[in-house]
Nanobody, 124 residues
Framework: QVQLVESGGGLVQAGGSLRLSCAAS????????MGWFRQAPGKEREFVAG????????YYGDSVKGRFTISRDNAKNTVSLQMNSLKPEDTAVYYC?????????????????WGQGTQVTVSS
């Protein structure tokens, strides 16, 4: 069972940037797609970004396209989310999650093994 630990959240002003990181345990990290979701108070969990097992394919939610970039380092068992041009509506708890085996990273293929989450707060 993979363990996921997020870091990098915090408070930032609108227009600023943050970089989230997720460290994964286990020797099979490189075989799975990975992703990020977020959940704001009173709202459903929302797909933010996904990346395929090889790192070649990436997918983004409509609300973050052009502002966020997902990447992974299979040698270090890490996946990152670079967030630029942040908006107050990006405020949420961000979760790292494991996708499907040799998956593409798109939302339809599903995700499981969630991390504990990291809070991102964007002030106006």
């Amino acid at each position: 069972q993979v363990q996921l630990v997020e870091s990098g959240g915090g408070l930032v002003q609108a227009g600023g940037s943050l970089r989230l990181s997720c460290a994964a345990s286990g020797r099979t990290f490189s075989m799975y797609a990975m992703g990020w979701f977020r959940q704001a108070p009173g709202k459903e969990r929302e797909f933010v970004a996904g990346i395929g097992w090889s790192g070649i394919g990436t997918y983004y939610g409509d609300s973050v396209k052009g502002r966020f970039t997902i990447s992974r380092d299979n040698a270090k068992n890490t996946v990152s989310l670079q967030m630029n041009s942040l908006k107050p509506e990006d405020t949420a708890v961000y979760y790292c999650t494991k996708g499907s085996y040799y998956g593409l990273g798109n939302e339809a293929q599903g995700f499981d093994s969630w991390g504990q989450g990291t809070q991102v707060t964007v002030s106006s």
